[in-house]
């Protein structure tokens, strides 16, 4: 068997032209622009790379864009100074802090800091409480990503068996619980496991969907999946520089292996990655849409 190629790069262009034409709606009928703004410290450049994009996608799709680009040593007052600001600008729906802050800013008091109505990131406990007990405002991007490719390919997701690997608060906690809900696109039973988890091929050849977050290149090799599996690969690792000195980017799992056993699997890159942008642009949407009532 060959897999079906689940394409993050086309499923995500497809939700972008949904957004789009939704963007366009909202100003024409409610005089709504949704706005988003970026708050970045220091000079990281994959934060840097990261936060370029964002921008762009707003861009493209019509979503108002602000850019804080702040000094590595900004103190941690000025920047929650900045965020309260934020939280009362009115045309900023969502407030996106770039994460790794620098080690000399709490990186937790400065999330809390951010208003849940406007943390389109879905970090805040009270975000992560609301999804916790199915009443979410917004879905983290990532795991929500996940979670629209699995739909969008036509997955089966209710009654199956779903074992995540890696148990972070930004991918393997909320995709469990996303897919967990009585709801649908969802009612799946879900395993996690981590680093003590004691045989971790007992449980991913028990998946009919495996989603692998642990940040380790070949984590899973074919020997680890069964046949017909639909495989969610979230890592991304940097595995080398081409020639030209560009990183050659590689997932969790082994590939050109597991996809013979596969019924469909994502790549990387193409797959979770561009999802992950699209989704912080619906969550931007909707918090423009509550703020204004529309939703
Ligand atoms: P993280 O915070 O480092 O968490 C990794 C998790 O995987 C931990 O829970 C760890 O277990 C577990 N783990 C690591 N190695 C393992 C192994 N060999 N066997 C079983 N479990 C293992 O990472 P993260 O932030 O969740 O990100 C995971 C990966 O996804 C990274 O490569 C990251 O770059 C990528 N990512 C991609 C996107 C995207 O948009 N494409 C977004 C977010 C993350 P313990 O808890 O026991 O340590």
Redesign the pocket.
Known sequence: MSAQIISGTEIAKKIRQELKQEIAELKEKHNLIPGLTTVLVGEDPASQVYVGAKGKTCDALGVYSERHDLSVDTCEEELLALINKLNKAPRIHGILVQLPLPEHINENRVLYAIDPKKDVDGFHPVNVGKLMIGEPDYLP??PH?IQELLIRSGVKIEGAEVVV????N???KPIANILLQKKEGANATVTI?????KD?AFHTRRADILIV????AK?ITADMVKEGVVVID????RIGKTAEGKAILAG?VDFDAVKEKAKAISPVPG???P??ITMLMLNTVRAAKLSAGLA
């Open positions: 991007c990532t990503g690997v890696g148990r972070s930004i991918v393997g496991c981590h680093t003590r988890t971790m977050a642990a940040g380790r984590a979230v890592g991304v690792n969790d797959g979770v990655g999802m992950t």
